[in-house]
C-alpha cells in the first residue's frame, strides 16, 4: 500500500511541470489568435507576442511591427 501512494506521488509530481507547460502553451495559441482576429487585446498578450512571435502571415499592425524593419533604398541615377 505504501508503494502504490509513493507511485502515486511521484506521477503527480512529474506531471505537473507537462501540465504548466501545456497551460503557457494554450496562453500563446491564445494570443496569436488574438493578433490574427486585429491585435492583442491586452498588454500579457503582447509580451506574449513579443517572446514568442506572431504567425506568418499576421496582418495586425502589431505583428507587422515585429517583423524584420523594411529598408526603403533610393534608386541611384547614373549621370
Known amino acids: 500500500m ?7 506521488a511521484g506521477l ?3 506531471a505537473t511541470p507537462a ?8 496562453e500563446v ?3 496569436r489568435m488574438n493578433a490574427l482576429a486585429g491585435g ?7 509580451d506574449l507576442l513579443e517572446r514568442y ?3 506568418s502571415g499576421t496582418r495586425s499592425p502589431f505583428c507587422q511591427n515585429l517583423s524584420h524593419p523594411r529598408h526603403y533604398y ?3 541615377r547614373r549621370h
Open 2 to 8: 505504501r508503494q502504490a501512494i509513493l507511485i502515486a
Open 12 to 14: 503527480i509530481v512529474l
Open 19 to 26: 501540465a504548466a507547460a501545456l497551460v503557457g502553451a494554450a
Open 29 to 31: 495559441e491564445h494570443a
Open 40 to 46: 492583442p487585446t491586452n498588454a500579457h498578450d503582447a
Open 53 to 55: 512571435g506572431c504567425y
Open 74 to 76: 533610393r534608386v541611384r
